[in-house]
């Protein structure tokens, strides 16, 4: 399961369930990936009448649009927040879906100004490797200090094979704590279904940005 697909599946849930004013920031520059799933969900709505139907219904009860999918990049990802919010909207929580790669000055002072950042970590050595490298950075030069807003990193499994041994994820656990990171409990199954976009066959839908996800 991707990053954007998380952002995605939190987002739409808060909102369209929840009932919290949500606003998505679109850092992934130059795919900007849900700014073209939001252009791909609108044009599904409209071209089928259940969809057309379902999103009526549910606007109808919701009193107001779909959330704002704002396009930007990861240098200027918290300028793009700011100009939302002076412009007169009140959003309970803001996402930021950023690049795989974040290693340069500008990306690293946005996400000092977040309040709190989630890692997606695999049981992939490397992948694993490169994951707690990227978090012992920031937990060092971001969370830790006092002159920056970002008020913590949260780490949790991602794409877990119940096949695998679980002893295997008893000692990355292990690790994680010697090395002081904070991990959730919660485990992401490694499952095709978060991968499902609105279809014409009616299928359960798990990633949208106009409907929550269908529950199995």
């Excluded at 002893?167 to 409990?185: G, H, R």
Aim: hydrophobic fraction near 40%; charged fraction near 25%; glycine fraction near 6%.
């Amino acid at each position: 399961v991707g990053k954007t697909t998380f952002t995605v599946l939190a987002a739409s849930y808060l909102y369209y369930l929840k009932g919290y004013n949500v606003a998505v920031v679109d850092c992934d520059y130059p795919q900007h990936s849900i700014a073209g799933m939001r252009k791909r969900d609108a044009e599904q709505v409209g071209a089928d009448e259940d969809y057309k139907r379902m999103a009526y219904e549910q606007f109808t009860r919701l009193g107001k649009k779909a959330y704002p999918v704002l396009c930007s990049s990861p240098e200027k990802a918290i300028a793009t927040a700011d100009g939302y919010i002076a412009a007169g909207h009140v959003p309970d929580i803001v996402f930021f879906d950023l690049p795989g790669t974040v290693n340069s000055e500008g990306v690293i002072n946005s996400l000092a100004g977040m309040d709190y950042i989630f890692t997606p970590i695999s049981a992939d050595k490397v992948v694993l490797e490169s994951s707690l490298s990227f978090a012992m950075a920031i937990q060092k030069l971001l969370v830790k200090n006092e002159a920056c807003r970002l008020a913590g990193l949260y780490l949790f499994w991602n794409m877990v094979d119940g096949r695998e041994k679980t002893d295997l994820y008893t000692a990355y656990d292990k690790t994680i704590k010697e090395l002081e990171l904070p991990l959730m409990k919660t485990f992401i199954p490694d499952t095709k279904r978060y991968k499902k976009e609105l279809v014409a066959d009616k299928k359960a839908v798990f990633r949208s940005t106009l409907f929550p996800a269908s529950r199995p």
